[in-house]
């Protein structure tokens, strides 16, 4: 069974750290375009930071540059977002996203989802909460 599997979100309290999961079961991640995405209540989906298979340099949305990291375990199958210098504006569920096109950039794998697009797999969720 293909899935994708998050883990790390949780409670922290602003200017905290917390390192996000998202292990891969059935399929081979480093031949997929991965991506990071968040949805708060009442608000559309938005992607925080895409990694294409093709030139494999990390895209961050703006609000997040800086401060978030995404990065590639190849060999354990995981990807990771870690998260330093947390904001209130940053709580929302995360998803990550995995994808065998072959988007020319980062950005455009996060455009491309941002405008509807769908992807093969999506992981289930995780919330993040930041707050005092």
């Known amino acids: 069974q293909v899935q994708l599997v998050e883990s790390g979100g949780g409670l922290v309290q602003p200017g905290g750290s917390l390192r996000l999961s998202c292990a891969a079961q059935?399929?081979?991640?480093?031949?997929?375009?991965v991506g990071w995405f968040r949805q708060a209540p009442g608000k559309s989906r938005e992607g925080v930071s895409c990694?294409?298979?093709?030139?494999?340099?990390?895209y961050y949305t703006d609000s997040v540059k800086g401060r978030f990291t995404t990065s590639r375990d190849n060999a354990n199958n995981i990807v990771y977002l870690q998260m330093n210098s947390l904001k209130p504006e940053d709580k929302a569920v995360y998803y990550c996203?995995?994808?065998?096109?072959?988007?020319?950039?980062?950005?455009?794998?996060?455009?491309?989802?941002?405008?509807?697009?769908?992807?093969?797999?999506w992981g289930q969720g995780t919330q993040v909460t930041v707050s005092s």
């Open positions: 996203a995995a994808d065998r096109y072959a988007y020319s950039t980062s950005k455009a794998m996060c455009v491309s989802l941002d405008l509807g697009a769908h992807p093969d797999y």
């Open positions: 059935g399929l081979t991640l480093d031949s997929y375009a």
């Open positions: 990694i294409s298979s093709s030139d494999g340099i990390p």
